[in-house]
């Protein structure tokens, strides 16, 4: 079994290098908190989002695969690589996007049924995903600015500031082990169990956090618009309860989709035009491709596996 979970193992620490820093990336960019210390709180809190909340997720993404668990592991492996790919290239994807176009791809390889109803509703999910980070940022902005322009002090608005950026982030990282630990082993929990998967999960994209995170997380901080300490801090916490709301329904989203949204909406609140079109154009269109780009990286491996003899049917 553990030779099969290697696939989800990677797939981890890529959603941790891809996805998971997300969290903390608005205000890393900003100066605002120190990327040692984002990370570290990132990993504690993703493992217990895992433990406590990934149960719902991973019913749903067990949903999809009714395939061996070679074939399975398989499409963890596709995955996994197109995020490495994506990561590569310095662009922000969709675990979930990831692993469910390799599991629709592998399903239909092996003539095993789709459910395309659930599917639907999963793609629902997905536009609303940017959608609800946007909404939850502007109205977030202007909620937390009144209350932020009653501190006559500067120096205690950025105590308080900080001190938000810290407990949203602890939040954030929480929503995204409790809604993002289905997409790492949620294709084996009926061999796992439940308490094993969820965990095995939560530690592996903790140790992507941990090992290979800050290119990315620059990228979403800085590439999308120009953020000041307070419009990072409602970022963060636009996101955290966005991606929540999903683990709740039992639907794995992408966080990094979350705080592009959120980086959207709190800008627009703030009266900023400097948001980088052509960047948010480029995540749009990756996010697109990815579970594309996922089933075709499965019908690649299938491919090389039948050549060096393989039976797959």
């Not at 890393?28 to 709180?41: G, T």
């Not at 289905?182 to 969820?198: K, M, P, Q, R, W």
């Not at 530690?203 to 090992?211: E, H, Q, R």
């Not at 990815?290 to 491996?301: C, H, Q, V, W």
Request: hydrophobic share 55%; proline share 2%; glycine share 8%.
């Amino acid at each position: 079994m553990f030779f099969y979970l290697i696939p989800a193992l990677f797939f981890g620490w890529a959603l941790g290098t891809n996805s998971a820093a997300n969290v903390f990336g608005p205000p890393v960019a900003s100066k605002m908190i120190k990327y040692q210390s984002a990370v570290i709180l990132s990993a504690i809190f993703i493992v217990l989002g895992s433990l406590l909340q990934g149960q719902s997720g991973i019913e749903t993404i067990r949903g999809f695969s009714s395939n061996s668990v070679f074939f399975n592991s398989i499409s963890i492996l596709a995955a996994a690589f197109t995020l490495v790919l994506m990561t590569f290239l310095k662009v922000p994807v969709s675990s979930s996007q990831a692993i469910i176009g390799s599991i629709i791809a592998i399903n239909l390889l092996t003539h095993q049924s789709v459910d395309w109803t659930a599917l639907i509703k999963v793609v629902f999910a997905w536009i609303g995903t940017p959608l609800g980070g946007a909404f939850f940022g502007f109205i977030f902005y202007h909620l937390f600015a009144k209350m932020i322009r009653k501190v006559k002090s500067i120096v205690l608005q950025g105590k308080i500031l900080k001190m938000l950026t810290i407990i949203f982030g602890c939040y954030g990282a929480y929503a995204l082990g409790a809604n993002n630990v289905a997409n790492i082993t949620g294709v084996f929990s009926d061999e796992l169990g439940i308490v094993y998967a969820t965990l095995i999960g939560g530690i592996a994209i903790a140790f992507g956090v941990l090992t290979f995170s800050k290119r990315i997380m620059l990228s979403v901080g800085n590439d999308v618009a120009t953020l000041d300490y307070f419009t990072a801090t409602i970022v963060v916490l636009s996101e955290s309860v966005t991606v929540w709301i999903f683990a709740l329904i039992g639907i794995p989203v992408s966080i990094s989709q979350a705080v592009v949204g959120a980086i959207i909406g709190s800008s627009l609140a703030a009266g900023n035009a400097e948001i980088n079109k052509r960047q948010v154009l480029k995540m749009v269109i990756a996010w697109v491709n990815t579970p594309i780009s996922a089933g075709l990286m499965t019908i690649a491996i299938v491919s090389i596996l039948r050549l060096v003899g393989f039976s797959i049917s």
